[in-house]
């Protein structure tokens, strides 16, 4: 059995267990005792629980959005010389790059799905 299938299957058994093993509690609080135990059981300690949001409610995907849409309005829109529209597309591409990376270094607080795989 690959490493996959076994931690998928531990992690279910001992879902199973802490969910039929006392009072009800709420998702989160269940979610949290799962990754307990699996880190016990498991002697795992890389195992964190998170929130998962969409992708279209990502502020660095929608950065991203902004700033590519605005470079393709300034590119077909506007009618400049071709040194000015290079200017202006830099100038959003940086800014946007620079945006970019300081909402995912200091104001991301959780992850998408596909940022899990």
Same mark, same amino acid.
Do not use: H, Y
């Given at each position: 059995?690959?490493?996959?299938?076994?931690?998928?299957?531990? #992690?279910?058994?001992? #879902?199973?267990?802490?969910?039929?093993?006392? #009072?009800?509690?709420?998702?989160?609080?269940?979610? $949290?005792?799962?990754?307990? $135990?699996?880190?016990?059981?498991?002697?795992?300690?890389?195992?964190?629980?998170?929130?998962?949001?969409?992708?279209?409610?990502?502020?660095?995907?929608?950065?991203?959005?902004?700033?590519?849409?605005?470079?393709?309005?300034?590119?077909?829109?506007?009618?400049?010389?071709? $040194?000015?529209?290079?200017?202006?597309?830099?100038?959003?591409?940086?800014?946007?790059?620079?945006?970019?990376?300081?909402?995912?270094?200091?104001?991301?607080?959780?992850?998408?799905? #596909?940022?899990?795989?």
């Amino acid at each position: 059995m690959d490493k996959k299938k076994f931690l998928r299957n531990a #992690a279910v058994e001992i #879902a199973g267990s802490v969910l039929s093993s006392g #009072a009800p509690q709420s998702a989160s609080v269940q979610a $949290e005792e799962i990754g307990k $135990e699996i880190n016990a059981r498991l002697d795992v300690k890389s195992i964190a629980v998170v929130d998962v949001k969409s992708a279209w409610l990502s502020k660095i995907n929608l950065t991203q959005i902004v700033a590519g849409a605005a470079a393709l309005l300034t590119l077909f829109g506007i009618d400049v010389p071709a $040194e000015v529209k290079a200017d202006i597309i830099t100038a959003i591409v940086a800014v946007g790059g620079l945006v970019t990376w300081m909402l995912r270094t200091w104001f991301t607080s959780q992850v998408t799905r #596909a940022s899990m795989k």
